[in-house]
């Protein structure tokens, strides 16, 4: 297994679709494309699913997973080669380096799906939704752009809409359970790995759009105090 490994990442390494803490970046995926086509993160993209998916779905725009871990990311880079997926590629970065890789504006929405949702209050500033990576995403993501939120974690869902409250985030879209919707877009039809596990055994799948206001105020103690009594 550990063999297997090291070849996916000495393999990851040759794949044109595919950079790995790229110096130089910023306002430059264009070239990357070879194109001015709206940009879409999928952030913890994990075997990049939802990634491949939607570049599917939608030609005319490029989709870019992002995950540190290579070894799942190699899955849809190699699908993405050899099926000539153009509109994809990924990036093996830390999300919280996401600044340093994209310009202010460059990117035009941003997909969250299945996150580790850390459950331990402890660690809620881990939690990809928490306000201290919104402020990561604010310095990349258009003015106007969306950010989507898919989870089979209700505790995550129900974080998620707390922040929102409590930061001024405006929800533009909220499924309690996405497949229970008697119409769907079938972006929201793309399954992960992840979900077809069910690791929450939560039966339901949440979904969260929303945008970011102008500036996000920095309340974070309030927040980690407002979850410890909650506990």
């Given at each position: 297994?550990?063999?297997?490994k090291?070849?996916?990442?000495?393999?990851?390494?040759?794949?044109?679709?595919?950079?790995?803490?790229?110096?130089?970046?910023?306002?430059?995926?264009?070239?990357f494309?070879?194109?001015?086509?709206?940009?879409?993160l999928?952030?913890?993209c994990?075997?990049?699913?939802?990634?491949?998916?939607?570049?599917?779905?939608?030609?005319?725009?490029?989709?870019?997973?992002?995950?540190?871990?290579?070894?799942?990311?190699?899955?849809?880079?190699?699908?993405?080669?050899?099926?000539?997926?153009?509109?994809?590629?990924?990036?093996?970065?830390?999300?919280?380096?996401?600044?340093?890789?994209?310009?202010?504006?460059?990117?035009?929405?941003?997909?969250?799906?299945?996150?580790?949702?850390?459950?331990?209050?402890?660690?809620?500033?881990?939690?990809?939704?928490?306000?201290?990576f919104?402020?990561?995403?604010?310095?990349?993501?258009?003015?106007?752009?969306?950010?989507?939120?898919?989870?089979?974690?209700?505790?995550?869902?129900?974080?998620?809409?707390?922040?929102?409250?409590?930061?001024?985030?405006?929800?533009?879209?909220?499924?309690?359970?996405?497949?229970a919707?008697?119409?769907?877009?079938?972006?929201?039809?793309?399954?992960?790995?992840?979900?077809?596990?069910?690791?929450?055994?939560?039966?339901?799948?949440?979904?969260?759009?929303?945008?970011?206001?102008?500036?996000?105020?920095?309340?974070?103690?309030?927040?980690?105090?407002?979850?410890?009594?909650?506990?």
């Amino acid at each position: 297994m550990a063999q297997k490994k090291l070849q996916r990442f000495a393999d990851l390494k040759t794949f044109s679709n595919t950079l790995e803490y790229p110096p130089d970046m910023k306002g430059k995926w264009s070239s990357f494309f070879k194109n001015d086509n709206p940009m879409v993160l999928e952030l913890a993209c994990g075997r990049g699913e939802y990634t491949v998916g939607m570049a599917q779905l939608f030609p005319e725009t490029n989709f870019i997973g992002v995950d540190v871990k290579g070894n799942r990311m190699y899955i849809g880079a190699k699908k993405c080669l050899l099926e000539n997926i153009a509109n994809a590629g990924f990036l093996r970065t830390q999300i919280e380096k996401l600044g340093d890789y994209f310009a202010p504006g460059e990117v035009d929405e941003i997909w969250i799906t299945f996150p580790d949702p850390q459950l331990r209050t402890s660690k809620a500033k881990k939690r990809l939704t928490h306000p201290r990576f919104l402020r990561v995403y604010q310095q990349i993501l258009k003015p106007t752009g969306f950010i989507h939120l898919k989870t089979d974690s209700p505790d995550l869902y129900h974080f998620t809409k707390r922040v929102a409250e409590l930061y001024g985030l405006t929800i533009v879209e909220d499924f309690d359970n996405v497949y229970a919707e008697s119409t769907l877009k079938e972006e929201l039809k793309i399954k992960t790995h992840y979900e077809s596990l069910d690791i929450a055994q939560s039966k339901k799948i949440h979904y969260l759009k929303f945008t970011l206001p102008a500036t996000i105020k920095n309340i974070d103690d309030q927040l980690q105090e407002i979850l410890k009594d909650e506990e």
